[in-house]
C-alpha cells in the first residue's frame, strides 16, 4: 500500500472510531506516557522478529480479554480460572511476552498505563508487523480485580461451533454477523494444535479430501496430538485475504471456520472479502476498534495493575 492510501485508511478509520466511542480515546496517554506506543512497537518488533507466530498469539489474546466481562486485562490474571476456562488452557499463548512489554513501559512509565491497554496494543501492532492493516488504537481502558472462568466458558466460541452460535455470540457482545465474520480473518495468521481440528479432519463432509488426509499424517484420530497446523493453508504467518480463498477451497482449519461459507448467510461475504482483500482490511481494522470498546472499565473503576498476572496490593 502507498503511503498516501495507507494515511487515507487511517484518516477514514480514526473518523469512523472516533464517534464510536466517546469513553477511550487515541491521546489517552499523550502527557501520562508519551512513548507509549513506541515502546510497544519496538518491544513487539523485537518479538516478532524472533518468533512470528507471537504477533498472531497477542491477536488472539487480545480477543480472549474482550469477550470476558469486556477488554479489561481479566484474561491475563494467574488467579480466578480465567486462563484454565476450556478455550483458553493449554492454548493460549503471549503471557510472557506482556510481561515484558509491561515491564519496559512501567520503566519508562510507572503505574499509568493498564495492561488491559497494552494487549491492546499488541493485538495491533502484531497484525500490523505481520502485513496487516494499521489502526489507531482507542486507550483509557483500566484493569479489572477479577477474572472468570465459568463467564470465559459460556462466552468465548469453540472450535465446533454452528453459524447460529457463533452469531449469538458475537451478538451478546454487540457485534454483528459480519463483525463476525470479518474478525474471523484473524486466522489468516497463526497456528492450531490437533484436538482443534480433530473432528473436523474426521467427521466434517465439507472439507476437501487431500486437505483432510493431509492433516490426517500428523493428527491421529485418538491420543494427545499436539501437532501444530497452520490455520492459513496458503500464506500462514502473512496477514492477507488467503484464509477467505481457504474457505471457498473447502479448506478451513476449524469447523467454525467453514461455517463461514457452507450455504449459510455469510457465504456472499467470504466471497467478497476474498475478491476484495482491501476491504477486509478496513473492514478488519474497524471490526477490531469495535471489540476493543466492549465494556472498558473507565474512570475510577478497577486499577492499573503494576504486575499485569496480579491485583495490586491494598
Ligand atoms: C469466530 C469464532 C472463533 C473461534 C471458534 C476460534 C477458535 C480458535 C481456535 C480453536 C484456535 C486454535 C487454538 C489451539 O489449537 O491452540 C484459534 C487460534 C487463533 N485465533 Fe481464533 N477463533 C475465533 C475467532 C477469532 C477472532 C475473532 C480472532 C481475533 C480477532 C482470532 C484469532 C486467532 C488467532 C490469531 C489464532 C492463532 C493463535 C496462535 O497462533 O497462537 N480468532 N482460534
Ligand atoms: C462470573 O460470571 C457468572 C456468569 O457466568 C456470574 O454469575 C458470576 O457472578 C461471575 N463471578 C464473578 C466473580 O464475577
Ligand atoms: C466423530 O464422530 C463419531 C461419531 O459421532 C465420534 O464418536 C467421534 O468421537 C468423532 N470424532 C473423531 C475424531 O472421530
Known amino acids: 500500500m502507498s503511503n498516501?492510501?495507507?494515511l487515507h485508511c487511517l484518516l477514514v478509520v480514526s473518523l469512523l472510531s472516533g464517534v464510536a466511542h466517546a469513553q477511550l480515546s487515541k491521546n489517552f496517554y499523550e502527557a501520562s506516557c508519551p512513548s507509549l506506543e513506541t515502546t510497544v512497537r519496538a518491544e513487539m518488533k523485537h518479538?516478532?522478529?524472533k518468533e512470528s507466530r507471537i504477533g498472531a498469539s497477542l491477536l488472539r489474546l487480545f480477543f480472549h480479554d474482550c469477550f470476558v466481562q469486556g477488554c479489561d486485562g481479566?484474561?491475563?490474571l494467574d488467579d480466578g480460572g480465567e486462563k484454565s476456562a476450556d478455550p483458553n488452557v493449554n492454548s493460549l499463548r503471549g503471557f510472557d511476552a506482556i510481561d515484558t512489554i509491561k515491564a519496559s513501559v512501567e520503566a519508562k512509565c510507572p503505574g499509568?498505563?493498564?495492561c488491559a491497554d497494552i494487549l491492546a496494543l499488541t493485538a495491533r501492532d502484531g497484525t500490523f508487523l505481520l502485513g496487516g492493516p494499521y489502526w489507531d488504537v482507542l486507550l483509557g481502558r483500566r484493569d479489572s480485580m477479577t477474572a472468570n472462568r465459568s463467564l470465559a466458558n459460556t462466552d468465548l466460541p469453540l472450535a465446533s461451533a454452528s453459524l447460529a452460535t457463533l452469531i449469538t455470540k458475537f451478538d451478546k457482545q454487540g457485534?454483528?454477523?459480519k463483525d463476525m465474520t470479518v474478525l474471523s480473518g484473524a486466522h489468516t495468521i497463526g497456528m492450531a494444535q490437533c484436538p482443534s481440528f480433530r473432528d473436523r479432519i474426521y467427521n466434517d463432509s465439507n472439507i476437501d479430501a487431500s486437505f483432510a488426509n493431509q492433516l490426517q499424517k500428523t493428527c491421529p484420530r485418538c491420543g494427545k496430538g499436539s501437532s501444530l497446523a497452520s490455520i492459513d493453508t496458503k500464506t500462514p504467518m502473512a496477514f492477507d485475504a488467503a484464509y477467505f480463498q481457504d474457505l471457498i477451497d473447502r479448506r478451513g482449519l476449524f469447523h467454525s471456520d467453514q461455517e463461514l461459507f457452507n450455504g449459510g448467510s455469510q457465504d456472499a461475504l467470504v466471497r467478497h472479502y476474498s475478491n476484495n482483500p482491501a476491504?477486509?482490511?478496513?473492514d478488519f481494522a474497524k471490526a477490531m476498534i469495535k471489540m476493543g470498546n466492549i465494556k472498558p472499565l473507565?474512570?475510577?473503576a478497577g486499577q492499573i495493575r503494576k504486575n499485569c498476572r496480579i491485583?495490586?496490593?491494598a
Open 4 to 6: 498516501g492510501r495507507l
Open 47 to 49: 518479538a516478532v522478529g
Open 74 to 76: 481479566s484474561i491475563l
Open 112 to 114: 499509568v498505563v493498564s
Open 175 to 177: 457485534l454483528s454477523p
Open 279 to 282: 476491504i477486509f482490511r478496513y
Open 298 to 300: 473507565t474512570g475510577t
Open 311 to 313: 491485583v495490586n496490593h
